[in-house]
């Protein structure tokens, strides 16, 4: 129906007493759990301007905090940047008596591998706009997280002994993903989570050959999201 005769009808309908009421807008299915969910709208209110993270990564991130909050272990997150899934962790956590690791260089992204990161290689430095200051700042009250700066795992010092339930990585490169499986994997309790962020993404693709192949011989499946994020659940201990 052109536009001039849905006019012309609105008129007639409306001398007649009547009115044409707008189409209600369907709500969308499957439901969208992240534009519904109170709890999670008022903290990614928060994060938005500190994340690159989309607002269904940050969601499922959300997700996978409430569940391990019921397992034993610290929680820790390579790849800061701004601090917002930073931020996002520290807030579903609060009441527990986890300890929260940060790590980052704040100062870009290390040195990429020309063929597998060929996006970083080109565009080397990449997210140098943020300061451990900032990120110090904005946990500053908080006794239960601990921010350490450098190229992981050279920081990994205070984390030796430490056993996790969640972590978070999000550090784009092949050589840093790779890096964060060797040494989380055996530091992750049954039933622990280690969530990579950049596995589906496009500009990433050593993030998913580094999953891929450190997962190739353990018992654990990478588990891909539509989201672009991969995840795995450690089944036992070693
Ligand atoms: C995509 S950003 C993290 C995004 C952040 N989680 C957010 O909420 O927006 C990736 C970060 O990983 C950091 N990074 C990459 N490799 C690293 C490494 N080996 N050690 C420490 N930081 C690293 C970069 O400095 C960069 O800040």
Known sequence: MGDLFKKIIKKILSLGGYEIKPKAKKPPSPIHLWDNDRDFNIIYDNISKFTIASKQRCYVIYQFLKQCSSVSGE?????VFKGGTAYLINKVLIDTNKTIYLFDTFSGSPKADHEKDPFYYENEGMFSDTSLDSINKMFSNQ??????QGEFPKTSNIIQEKYFSFVHIDVDIYKS???CCLFFYNRMNVGGILLFDDYGDLSCPGAKEAVDEFFSDKLENPIYLPTGQSFIIKVNKK
């Open 143 to 148: 006794k239960n997280v601990i921010i350490t």
């Open 75 to 79: 929680i820790a997150e390579i790849g």
């Open 177 to 179: 993903i790779m890096e």
